[in-house]
């Protein structure tokens, strides 16, 4: 099937249906029906269960507690950097900020403000900064870890349309990360100053979710929503987890100016895991 084909599909298809139908699916507690469709998971996308602190397929009661299984300790140590890549998957874009658009792909940009939902004073902190793209493919552990030191001080659900966020996807479809469905989530660090994390949802993701909120989207508004936590000191440490996709998708991350120098290995559609370097302050 050719790119543009598989493209238009994504235009065509009923993606939030499909998305509803395959949520109730991973959630439930079908016991052997469940163990036979992680089977054929773990088989068709060749994930390695040896990483996982529970290597024991028959033992998950839900295809989303497969799905978001925990690492076995130490299987993903901390570079010594000033920031760690937070997420096994591989690259899709990364950065300087031209002004305020991001390069999505060839022909493709959107922009800081389109991302964050509409907020300029929000995006007029990361005007001339830097951003990472990376993707999370099915076979990916998908729980999604700092990259830095932060403390939150707001989360914004942005609500939007379902398209896949595969490579093809993102050649074919404009303003795919400003359009679909999101949570972004606003940090403040001592040393590099405001940082974002944006979890960006996806045709057939479930939900996304919090380590300080629990499942943000569960009803799928359309309406904007917003938490602010000035007053409750929510302070995360380089590596530790902030959140999950209940199946795959996307994070954007949003830097200030003259905030990061990325690795210089890295490179669109190399494979990154958590932790590795992903950049320092520059000297």
Known sequence: MSDRLKVLLQYLLPKRHLTTFAGRVAGAHGGAITTRLIRWFVGKYDVDMNEAENADIFSYKSFNDFFT???????????????????????????????????????????????????????????????????????????????????????????????????????GVPNLFARNERVVCVFESSEYGPFVMVLVGATIVGSMATVWHGVVNPGRTSKVSEWTYADQAIVLDKGKEMGRFLLGSTIVMLFRQGTIAFNEDWKPERPVRLGELMGNRPA
């Not at 929000?122 to 998908?142: E, I, M, Q, T, V």
């Open 69 to 171: 299984r925990p690492l076995k300790v130490g299987a993903r140590p901390l570079a010594t950097a000033d920031f760690v890549c937070p997420v096994d998957g591989a690259i899709s874009q990364f950065g300087a900020i031209d002004d305020h658009h991001i390069l999505q792909a060839k022909g493709h940009r959107f922009t800081t403000t389109e991302l964050v939902g509409g907020d300029n004073a929000l995006a007029a902190h990361f005007r001339h900064g830097s951003f990472a793209n990376l993707y999370l493919s099915p076979k990916d552990y998908h729980r999604l870890h700092m990259p830095c030191d932060g403390t939150l001080t707001r989360m914004i659900y942005v609500p939007g349309v379902l398209f896949s966020v595969n490579p093809t996807t993102a050649r």
